[in-house]
């Protein structure tokens, strides 16, 4: 299957919370996007690796995403090494994405940075031909996305666009309700974390009013690429 678009996240709910909205708009729009998680969020405080399995797939189903994929790295020790980097690549050219979505290159948990670098190199290097890798036996092509665009965590940045995701704020929500194990229920044993306390969820609806307030709209997801954007006379012209 060919994709338009491949979000790769370090862990199950990363892709939600930051471009949740983004994916169910352009899966309305019957674009391919597909989910990939490089871990299976293994060691958060909360839940556990199974159970956030299948709070993934609900949260890709609610999104209309075209597939979700796992690639099993190590939870808190995600390594930017060879083995990696061709994990990357081969996920790459399996779906050739038109678009890549990765974390953005710093953050407040470390995995987010080394996925971060992971993709960049990944990007790049996936369409070199004299790097080989195989899926199912079978040698891939060479194939190098057009854009790298990076989302935002944690910490800000000065987003080169704003994606309006009014339509579908509703559906990132529920998306992120879906992670029930991680997000704040008062009817929890388990211990707080960042993201479990009320203000978490609360931060996440405050930025996506903040940056669609900042194009005219009620809500928006913030993007950054290093690469110059083009666009035609509709974008330019602002026509609907």
């Known amino acids: 299957m060919n ?30 996007v597909g989910l990939v998680d490089l871990t299976k969020g293994e060691l958060g405080t909360r839940g556990n ?13 609610l999104l209309k995403a075209a597939l979700r994929d796992n690639l099993l790295m190590s939870d808190g020790d995600i390594q930017i090494n060879k083995e990696n980097l061709l994990k990357v690549i081969m996920v790459i050219r399996k779906y050739r994405p038109g678009v890549i979505f990765a974390p953005y290159f710093n953050d407040r948990h470390p995995d987010h940075i080394a996925v971060s670098k992971l993709c960049k190199k990944a990007v790049f290097y996936s369409g070199l031909a004299k790097i080989k890798t195989f899926d199912k036996e079978q040698a891939q092509e060479p194939f190098r996305p057009a854009k790298l665009y990076y989302f935002m965590q944690t910490y800000t940045f000065e987003p080169s666009f704003i994606f309006d995701i009014t339509d579908t704020f509703d559906t990132k929500m529920k998306s992120i309700e879906a992670y029930s194990s991680q997000f704040h229920n008062p009817k929890s044993k388990e211990p707080e974390t960042f993201i479990s306390k009320p203000g978490f969820i609360e931060f996440i609806k405050a930025r996506a009013s903040f940056f669609g307030f900042k194009i005219g709209k009620q809500y928006g997801e913030p993007f950054y690429c290093e690469e110059s954007i083009q666009l035609n006379a509709k974008d330019l012209l602002n026509i609907e």
């Open 49 to 61: 690796a199974d159970l956030r399995q299948r709070e993934a797939f609900q949260a890709a189903i």
């Open 3 to 32: 994709l338009d678009a491949l979000v790769i996240s370090a862990h199950p709910d990363d892709a939600e919370l930051s471009m949740g909205g983004t994916i169910a708009k352009l899966s309305s729009l019957n674009y391919k």
